[in-house]
C-alpha cells in the first residue's frame, strides 16, 4: 500500500513541477525572445528535474524499495505520455524520444532511492 501512495505522491509531485514549469515558460516566451532551440533544452531539463523530484517525493513517501517506487512513478509517466503521443497525435516514439524516457527512468529511481534514505534517516532520528 505504501509503494501505491507514494507513486501516487510522486506523480502529483511530477505534475506540480511541470505546470509551475509551464507557467514560467509561458510568460518567459511571452515577455522575452526566448529561441526554439533554448526552449528545448530548458522543457527537457526541467522534465528531468521532475521526474527526479517525482522520484524522490515517492522515496520518501513510500519509505522503502526505493528502485521499484521510482521506476514504477517513471514508466507511468511514459505510459502516459505514450498513450498522449499515439491516441492523441498518432505517433510513436522517435529514437530520441526513447533514450530521453531512459533518462527520465534512471533519474526517477535515483530520486526514489535517495528518497528512501532520507525517510529512513528522518525516522531514526524522531526515535
Given at each position: 500500500?505504501?509503494?501505491?501512495?507514494?507513486?501516487?505522491?510522486?506523480?502529483?509531485?511530477?505534475?506540480?513541477?511541470?505546470?509551475?514549469?509551464?507557467?514560467?515558460?509561458?510568460?518567459?516566451?511571452?515577455?522575452?525572445?526566448?529561441?526554439d532551440?533554448?526552449?528545448?533544452?530548458?522543457?527537457l531539463?526541467?522534465?528531468?528535474?521532475?521526474?527526479?523530484?517525482?522520484?524522490?517525493?515517492?522515496?520518501?513517501?513510500?519509505?522503502?524499495?526505493?528502485?521499484?517506487?521510482?521506476?514504477?512513478?517513471?514508466?507511468?509517466?511514459?505510459?502516459?505520455?505514450f498513450?498522449?503521443?499515439?491516441?492523441?497525435?498518432?505517433?510513436?516514439?522517435?529514437?530520441?524520444?526513447?533514450?530521453?524516457?531512459?533518462?527520465?527512468?534512471?533519474?526517477?529511481?535515483?530520486?526514489?532511492?535517495?528518497?528512501?534514505?532520507?525517510?529512513?534517516?528522518?525516522?531514526?532520528?524522531?526515535?
Open positions: 500500500m505504501k509503494t501505491i501512495v507514494g507513486v501516487l505522491f510522486g506523480w502529483i509531485g511530477i505534475l506540480i513541477v511541470m505546470f509551475v514549469a509551464s507557467i514560467v515558460l509561458g510568460l518567459l516566451l511571452r515577455f522575452t525572445s526566448l529561441a532551440f533554448t526552449l528545448q533544452w530548458a522543457t531539463l526541467i522534465s528531468f528535474l521532475a521526474l527526479f523530484t517525482g522520484g524522490f517525493i515517492a522515496g520518501i513517501k513510500a519509505k522503502h524499495k526505493g528502485m521499484l517506487v521510482g521506476g514504477l512513478t517513471s514508466l507511468l509517466f511514459t505510459f502516459f505520455v498513450c498522449y503521443q499515439y491516441l492523441g497525435l498518432g505517433a510513436t516514439f522517435t529514437i530520441v524520444e526513447i533514450v530521453h524516457h531512459t533518462a527520465f527512468l534512471l533519474l526517477a529511481i535515483i530520486g526514489a532511492i535517495i528518497g528512501v534514505n532520507m525517510s529512513d534517516s528522518q525516522e531514526k532520528e524522531s526515535y
